[in-house]
């Protein structure tokens, strides 16, 4: 059942016999790391693929050393595997071809439809025109063959610096599209490369490589993002031109633009070098790995895809749906612990000194199939500091002198008394217990307004937990022209000595929890043995879900 364009198209296609079997590819150029729109991507490419039965090639247009890396070529591999598709053994890279895309370029240059241009970049974009007016042809554009074909070949020798020629398409000057107004298709680059060393001086650009790299692989259905929509005439010339072996198409939909977020690997890779995050995977990006390591599952990842789903206009998405969408899959996957952030000393003094009770409590009300845990209770405890206010005003139903409240899963207490510091700061609670509330309910039916966690003093464990915020302050970053400006210096808050209950002792590296009231959180790769490190995934409160009732 087709539920967008794209896939109406596929269906299309495939019912009117133009393809038997439905190719699509993934084409990310290896010079940083994979975001959320690219993940929109993957979804889109390698899902039309798996539903029609087809395949989803993953290529790396690897056309520009000098910006591409190794590294970023095995993280896209590890984002792609981890959202949980496969390409098998499609895997293919533009270098593969740079011998095929060469013989072609000279064919052009026999056709006469390719020449040899010595102009500078900046003359080159002098003589290019503007939106309403048209370009200059340059004074090379009537080369002979034989000069055409002689320079290209020394071009690729390696005889000439960088900058020196160029190969141009020719087209026409005059076109109203600048795309098509004598594009470049190669230049020279002494660049080492990553996977072809230094075999070659010259590399093809990514408009003249991409749709011959489709070409090759026999692509059906060539997605793009709507940028590239004034550069499908160049493809489709391309296409026609050269003695390519299939004729894809290619289709644009539009990319994914969330508010309070930047999509530009460009600008990412500058937030990297220049320090404001802790590296690609800083849980504060919008990378895939920083997603990932924040605690993201590929599930909330692929849903969040499905209901952005694919449109022919730009829009701007509410990142609180991205937010909701890992909610949702936690709630129903996430164990649950009692974790104290900002503790407060509880001393019950009508419990009995050096006794232990254990309390069994579910790991997931949503998952029964999840079992439950035992948590230790003693006399000394702790809460969070902002579930008990001294003076409280009519609406706080948490803790007070004098009020009582249910401990989740235990006990009754009260509030008896308050013990503070010189500076006159809150360090201590005195409270008493009811013997008979055990488990959490009362006997007479008593129930008190507020239910709170906690965690035994005696047993907690010690750990670190990360408070992520937005990185940006507002709903469009770039809006003022530095983005930078916008960067939020509260997105990250570090918690040094927060308590958990005994049972998190031991968790693995991206092991997921509900800390119940306070929010989600993942057990960041750099915890050790000795000391756990957790970040917060997402809070509790939903806004997409308010949003989503008016």
């Given at each position: 059942m087709a539920t967008d364009f794209i896939r109406e198209i596929v269906e299309e296609d495939l019912h009117a016999g133009r393809y038997s079997t439905v190719v699509t590819r993934f084409p990310p150029e290896p010079n940083g790391y994979l975001h959320i729109g690219h993940a929109k991507s993957i979804c889109l490419n390698f899902g039309i693929a798996n539903e029609y039965g087809g395949h989803c090639n993953l290529r790396f247009d690897d056309t520009n050393p000098t910006k591409e890396e190794a590294e970023y070529a095995e993280a896209i591999k590890r984002d792609v595997t981890w959202l949980g598709f496969s390409w098998g053994e499609h895997l293919y890279h533009a270098s593969d071809y740079f011998e095929q895309l060469y013989r072609w370029a000279e064919?052009?240059?026999?056709?006469?439809?390719?020449?040899?241009?010595?102009?500078?970049?900046?003359?080159?974009?002098?003589?290019?025109?503007?939106?309403?007016?048209?370009?200059?042809?340059s004074p090379h554009r009537n080369r002979s063959v034989d000069e055409n074909l002689d320079l290209f070949r020394r071009m690729r020798a390696g005889e000439f610096p960088d900058g020196t020629y160029v190969l141009r398409a020719k087209i026409d000057m005059a076109s109203p599209n600048i795309n098509m107004r004598d594009p470049v298709l190669y230049r020279i680059r002494h660049e080492t490369h990553h996977r072809t060393g230094d075999a070659w001086d010259i590399y093809p650009m990514y408009d003249y490589a991409h749709p011959l790299s489709d070409a090759i692989e026999s692509i059906t259905h060539s997605l793009c993002t709507l940028e590239f929509e004034d550069h499908r005439p160049l493809y489709d010339w391309l296409i026609e031109n050269v003695p390519v072996p299939a004729h894809p198409h290619q289709y644009e939909f539009a990319r994914l633009n969330l508010n309070y977020t930047v999509v530009s690997k460009r600008k990412l890779l500058r937030l990297v070098e220049d320090g404001h995050v802790r590296g690609w995977d800083d849980p504060r990006m919008p990378t895939i790995a920083g997603l990932r390591?924040?605690?993201?599952?590929?599930?909330?990842?692929?849903?969040?895809?499905?209901?952005?789903g694919v449109a022919k206009r730009e829009n701007v998405i509410d990142v609180a749906l991205l937010e909701f969408s890992v909610r949702e899959d936690l709630n129903q996957i996430a164990r649950r612990v009692m974790a104290v952030l900002e503790p407060l000393r509880v001393v019950i003094e009508n419990y009995p000194e050096g006794e232990t009770e254990w309390f069994d409590t579910p790991n997931n009300p949503e998952d029964p199939s999840a079992g439950s845990r035992s948590v230790p209770f003693s006399r000394v405890l702790y809460i969070e500091r902002d579930d008990f206010m001294e003076e409280p005003p009519k609406k706080f139903f948490r803790l007070a002198?004098?009020?009582?409240?249910?401990?989740?899963?235990?006990?009754?207490?009260?509030?008896?008394?308050?013990?503070?510091?010189?500076?006159?700061?809150?360090?201590?609670?005195?409270?008493?217990?009811?013997?008979?509330?055990?488990?959490?309910?009362?006997?007479?039916?008593?129930?008190?307004?507020?239910?709170?966690?906690?965690?035994?003093?005696?047993?907690?464990?010690?750990?670190?937990?990360?408070?992520?915020?937005?990185?940006?302050?507002?709903?469009?970053?770039?809006?003022?022209?530095?983005?930078?400006?916008?960067?939020?210096?509260?997105?990250?808050?570090?918690?040094?000595?927060?308590?958990?209950?005994?049972?998190?002792?031991?968790?693995?590296?991206?092991?997921?929890?509900?800390?119940?009231?306070?929010?989600?959180?993942?057990?960041?790769?750099?915890?050790?043995?000795?000391?756990?490190?957790?970040?917060?995934?997402?809070?509790?409160?939903?806004?997409?879900?308010?949003?989503?009732?008016?």
């Open positions: 064919d052009l240059i026999r056709a006469e439809k390719a020449y040899v241009d010595g102009l500078t970049a900046d003359e080159i974009r002098a003589f290019r025109g503007t939106l309403t007016e048209a370009g200059k042809e390591r924040r605690g993201y599952t590929p599930a909330s990842i692929r849903n969040f895809a499905d209901r952005v002198p004098g009020r009582e409240v249910r401990l989740r899963s235990s006990y009754f207490i009260t509030c008896t008394g308050v013990s503070k510091d010189a500076g006159g700061n809150i360090v201590e609670l005195r409270a008493t217990y009811d013997p008979a509330t055990r488990g959490g309910d009362a006997p007479d039916g008593r129930k008190p307004k507020a239910t709170l966690h906690w965690v035994s003093a005696e047993h907690a464990i010690d750990c670190e937990v990360r408070l992520y915020d937005r990185l940006f302050r507002s709903e469009n970053p770039e809006e003022s022209g530095d983005f930078f400006a916008d960067l939020n210096p509260d997105s990250l808050k570090i918690i040094a000595d927060a308590k958990l209950e005994p049972s998190v002792r031991g968790a693995a590296a991206m092991m997921r929890f509900q800390f119940e009231r306070v929010g989600y959180f993942c057990v960041d790769p750099e915890s050790t043995s000795e000391r756990l490190v957790f970040n917060r995934t997402a809070t509790l409160k939903d806004t997409w879900a308010k949003i989503a009732k008016n």
